[in-house]
């Protein structure tokens, strides 16, 4: 497959995604490669590890391939994306639950889908270039792969924070909300591949490892632990305070889609009441398979990915987001909710 590569290499499996062009998004063939690959490594005894990278300078992964979602709902195909999102959780759920080392090595964009395939890893490697983000709320979707597992882990109301804006973390910030685990410059990775497909032992990083880079968002937790500690979106909006960093974050939320910022909110506790990655993936999913046909989904994509002309009109507005309407998009799939087989 051209948009992908796997093999093995000494003691490791290795998979690098090959669509730099198109920031290396996640189609359904290379994801259901991806999942093939890591069940014949887990029970191979020559494999030790498993090493997943990618091509090109830009992005290790900017998530799922949106075109082709979108293409779908413009035909009337809601069993596509709902299939695309159901096999990528379980190679999310896959991944956290892996039996063997699994290092990712991440540079550029690390959004969305990309986040999925690294950092439910258990060796998240980050460099100067690496952002990662969960920029769902901005296309009408909320932060699934297990997205609400990693945020509501992060320390006080980051979570919250990340997930509604989306900021875009850079390496010290990604370490300290937890969704990486090791500062490695790009330059040395190159050796430190060399090494662990060579020696098949992920202590292997530990030589390569470098001082921690800022966490720039230190500086506000205060106020973000204050703002995003509210009970519902339209507290939330109201506690941001008038100053430079409080308007900056306002306007940013009142770009997004006030149904995914609301579900997230909920979704996240939910995920810190119930922990665990499977059942916030399948709390996701109840989202995700009902976001084209009764969210902001579609509508998002149109704005941001195809007509890019950056003004989507959603469907609900911040002040008038019935709990009703929240509550139907989070309800239980009953036959269909998300299976792990």
Not at 55 to 65: L, M
Not at 288 to 295: C, F, M, P, V
Request: overall charge negative.
């Amino acid at each position: 497959m051209s948009d992908i590569h796997i093999r093995t290499e000494g003691r490791a499996g290795r998979i690098t995604l090959t669509r730099p062009k198109a920031l290396n998004a996640l189609t359904h063939d290379m994801t259901l490669a991806i999942e093939a690959a890591l069940h014949a490594w887990q029970g191979d005894p020559a494999i030790a590890l498993v090493v997943i990278d990618a091509e090109g300078p830009r992005a290790f992964c900017a998530g799922g391939d949106l075109t082709e979602i979108y293409a779908a709902a413009r035909r009337g195909d809601f069993t596509y994306p709902r299939r695309f999102w159901a096999r990528e959780y379980r190679l999310n759920a896959l991944i956290a639950a892996y039996p063997k080392p699994y290092v990712a090595l991440t540079q550029g964009f690390v959004l969305g889908g990309g986040v999925g395939i690294a950092s439910h890893g258990s060796h998240r490697i980050v460099c100067d270039s690496t952002r990662i983000a969960m920029p769902e709320c901005a296309i009408g979707l909320i932060p699934d792969i297990g997205g609400t597992h990693l945020l509501a882990r992060a320390p006080g109301r980051l979570g919250e924070y990340l997930g509604l804006t989306g900021h875009r973390m850079g390496p010290g910030e990604a370490i300290a909300a937890g969704f990486a685990d090791t500062f490695i410059p790009e330059a040395d990775w190159p050796a430190l591949t060399a090494r662990l497909t060579a020696k098949g032992d992920p202590a292997e990083i530990a030589a390569f490892a470098c001082p921690l880079p800022a966490d720039d968002l230190a500086q506000h937790r205060t106020e973000i632990d204050d703002a995003f500690d509210a009970p519902d979106l339209p507290t939330l909006m109201a506690r941001l305070a008038p100053g430079d960093w409080g308007a900056h974050v306002r306007a940013t939320l009142l770009k997004q889609s006030p149904l995914s910022m609301a579900c997230t909110l909920e979704l996240v506790r939910a995920a810190r009441k119930v922990p665990g990655v499977e059942p916030a993936l399948s709390r996701e999913f109840r989202f995700t398979a009902r976001s084209l046909s009764d969210g902001d989904l579609a509508e998002g994509i149109r704005a941001q990915v195809i007509d890019k002309d950056r003004k989507p009109q959603w469907r609900d507005a911040v002040d008038d987001l019935a709990p009703a309407r929240i509550a139907a998009m989070l309800a239980p799939l009953d036959d269909d909710e998300l299976t792990w087989d």
